[in-house]
């Protein structure tokens, strides 16, 4: 029995891991791994309640959401520390490659984090994940019409976000420029 729950796990659920982890590194850079470690071990458990006709990454990405919950819920008030002194050297897994392959520009990550949470959740699900509505809905637990909602004020949102900090980045430029004595 638990080969063959082994065996359709990473059948199913394993060729996602990328995507989730990307996923998981755009919602909290700092623990994005401990969120997808998090989220596989859940899938795993309750990989006996995983419905084979369904879309198994929308599945994970609701775990995901899950997890990402928990963790704001309980870490909301704890404080980071400094950790240059005992910085190590990361672990590099072959899965990262592919994750680095697709990686966001700073300007757009920037822009993103100011998006709010139920904003930026929908739009990473729509835009970077291609998800259906249905799919996005069933993750958030809300209904269709909340997230194509939550999409357009995110897009709107992001694009105001991605105008503005161009237009500073032009402006300072300019500003530049004219201090330098340049045309």
């Known amino acids: ?4 729950k082994t065996k359709e796990f990473e059948r199913t659920a394993v060729p996602h891991l ?5 996923f998981a590194r755009q919602l909290d850079e700092s623990r994005a791994q401990d969120l997808t470690q998090e989220t596989f071990l859940r899938g795993w458990k309750y990989f006996g309640s995983y419905k084979p ?3 198994c990454r929308a599945w994970l990405f609701r775990i995901l959401r899950n997890v990402w919950s928990d963790h704001y819920r309980r870490n909301r ?3 980071s520390l400094d950790e240059g002194e005992y910085s190590e050297v990361e672990p590099y897994y072959d899965w ?3 994750f680095l392959r697709n990686e966001m520009s700073p300007e757009l990550e920037s822009a993103l984090e100011l998006v709010p949470a139920n904003y930026r959740w929908a739009l990473l ?3 970077v994940e291609e998800l259906s509505y249905q799919e996005i809905a069933q993750i958030m637990e809300c209904p269709i019409g909340t997230v194509m909602s939550r999409i357009n004020r995110g897009r709107r949102t992001l694009a105001r976000l991605l105008h503005t900090s161009t237009e500073l980045a032009c402006g300072s430029e300019k500003a530049a420029k004219i201090y330098h004595g340049d045309k």
Do not use: I, K, P, Q
């Open 18 to 22: 990328a995507a989730v982890y990307r």
């Open 96 to 98: 990262e490659g592919e």
């Open 125 to 127: 699900l729509a835009d």
């Open 77 to 79: 008030l704890e404080v």
């Open 53 to 55: 006709e369904t879309n």
């Open 1 to 4: 029995m638990w080969r063959s």
